[in-house]
């Protein structure tokens, strides 16, 4: 569908049906960098325009209106892990209505109870994930009147690809403090809680890295491997529209793909997640590499380890690369940040998550009983972008929330001149470990060979948990060596890549890990040298 030539003005706050829109009118010929075809429209290739990215995502909002999606409907969004994700919740942003983000890895029994608590008007799926959705589909619907596919055929349901599309939706009028998406936390101790965020709250960190990026007069091409079905992810697009820069939304954060793509786009500015920046150190050493070209990395969800920085600002061949770290949750948006270069990451540690962005978040560290005679506590922070509530769950969201001050449920301390440091998540805190978290940087550090580490409890037992890059064998006499310093440990448990529980953020399940560990579902690789 053609884009009209009257576009709304959203003002100065995010509107997400109008992003892709607003960017074609400017620069209609920049392109996107794929390394999957969408699904919602495999004939545009892996080059497509913004123009045409932002016809489909006009085309889509006509179909779903012509579905029955109406302004102000909530829209749950369930499909295969692809960039179209980010699109289709365009779409549906679009026709006003609320698109609700379900990450695809996910369980169908998961989905299914998210699925109550949100009480959508309309459930989007595709056939790949109906493949495993068994009896759960029919508990599905006694909580979604309306279920769609987003493309292709199945179970008989209807499906956006046989639907005509009539004349676009009027254009969307979202108040700035209605929500305006609805994204869903890690769900690394449970069930994932669904985090409904206003227009107003979205912008925080879209006018942060906005900021940045003129300071930086950045116009190179930006790389993103992070989740379709965060919100940050929906800020970076946004950003990267606003300059009309090339943009490679990856959906495969394997190596070879990565690279792959890397090497054809060069891009100056990548993101992506702590932990996959921990496989990609491969590439660091890579002659002509992929990262060579790249002036900026960027982490923006949990502390990092400091080796990868090492490896990364290493890789790149610009004079100056920066490696910008921000801590933050997803009720929040982004808390603090650090920047690190080649000169101050010689020093780094690994627990430090930065300062507060003045004028934006405020943080503070509330002591709790045990932790008296030490500088620790709740960490604890105050931002423009808090999020509206936990749909379903809004008594859960008032405990977090004291007098504006959000608890992070992170504990940790601010150092003398106000920085952040993380300790340990306050389910994750083991007796005989002042910090978790930062034993396992002690063992990323000393063991190149790992790609995670992570502490849980196996019964009565803390067990240390590896993975190794491709899963090759681990040196126990350099694992000795390396634990040598902490408490004693019991032997480590190898595990697979592939068989480490993660959220889409790729968070490890510590919970799911112990149980796995203990009933045999997770097995142990017998690859321990002696």
């Not at 995010?14 to 004939?43: H, N, V």
């Not at 829209?75 to 919740?89: E, G, M, P, S």
């Not at 549906?92 to 959508?120: D, I």
């Not at 969800?301 to 100056?320: N, V």
């Amino acid at each position: 569908m053609p884009l009209p030539d009257d576009l709304p003005r959203p003002g100065k706050l995010f509107a997400l049906g109008l992003i892709t829109q607003q960017a074609a009118k400017k620069y209609p010929d920049s392109l996107f960098y794929l390394d999957r075809p969408f699904d919602l429209a495999p004939e545009l290739g892996l080059r497509p325009t913004y123009a045409q990215v932002a016809e489909l995502v006009e085309d889509t909002a006509a179909k779903l209106f012509a579905a029955g999606v109406r302004p102000g409907d909530t829209v749950a969004v369930f499909k295969r892990h692809n960039a179209d994700i980010l699109f289709l919740a365009c779409a549906v942003g679009r026709v006003g209505a609320v698109p609700a983000m379900f990450a695809p890895s996910l369980e169908w029994p998961t989905v299914v109870k998210m699925t109550a608590r949100l009480k959508p008007d309309h459930f989007i799926t595709d056939p790949a994930l109906l493949e495993r959705a068994g009896e759960h589909l029919g508990e599905l619907r006694a909580h979604a009147p309306s279920v769609l596919l987003a493309h292709g055929e199945a179970a008989g349901l209807p499906s956006l690809a046989g639907t005509v599309a009539g004349e676009a939706p009027p254009y969307p009028d979202i108040a700035h403090d209605s929500p305006a998406l609805i994204t869903h936390t890690s769900g690394t101790t449970g069930v994932p809680k669904l985090v409904a965020a206003a227009r107003r709250g979205t912008q925080l960190p879209i006018n942060t890295q906005a900021r940045m990026a003129r300071l930086l007069r950045y116009r190179e091409t930006f790389a993103m491997c992070i989740s379709f079905v965060h919100a940050r992810t929906y800020a970076a697009l946004a950003t990267a529209l606003q300059l009309g820069i090339g943009i490679a939304p990856l959906a495969d954060a394997d190596v070879d793909s990565v690279r792959e793509v890397l090497s054809e786009c060069r891009p100056g500015c990548v993101e992506a997640h702590p932990n996959m920046y921990l496989h990609w150190e491969e590439l660091a050493g890579v002659p002509d590499g992929p990262f060579e070209r790249v002036r900026i990395f960027m982490s923006t969800f949990d502390a990092i380890h400091p080796r990868s920085i090492r490896a990364l600002l290493g890789a790149s061949k610009r004079r100056s690369p920066l490696f910008i770290q921000t801590y933050g949750q997803t009720e929040t948006g982004p808390v603090t940040m650090r920047i690190y270069t080649r000169r101050n990451i010689r020093k780094a540690d690994g627990r430090c998550v930065g300062f507060v962005f003045p004028g934006m978040t405020k943080a503070r560290i509330r002591p709790r009983p045990q932790d008296k005679g030490t500088p620790n506590g709740y960490i604890q922070a105050k931002s423009s972008g808090l999020a509206l509530t936990y749909v379903g769950q809004q008594e859960l969201y008032d405990e977090r929330c004291e007098s504006d001050w959000w608890n992070l449920q992170d504990i940790g301390y601010r150092s003398r001149w106000g920085c952040v440091h993380l300790l340990d998540r306050e389910f994750d805190q083991t007796a005989g470990l002042q910090s978790l978290l930062a034993a396992e940087d002690a063992l990323i550090e000393a063991l190149p060979e790992l790609t995670e580490a992570v502490f849980v409890r196996v019964g009565q037992t803390v067990r240390p948990v590896v993975c190794t890059r491709r899963d090759r064998p681990l040196d126990r006499s350099a694992w000795k060596a390396a634990v040598a310093h902490l408490p004693e440990l019991p032997e480590p448990v190898h595990v697979a890549w592939e068989h480490m529980p993660h959220t889409a953020t790729w968070k490890v399940k510590r919970n799911v890990l112990a149980a796995g560990l203990a009933d045999g579902s997770i097995p142990a690789l017998e690859t321990v040298l002696i």
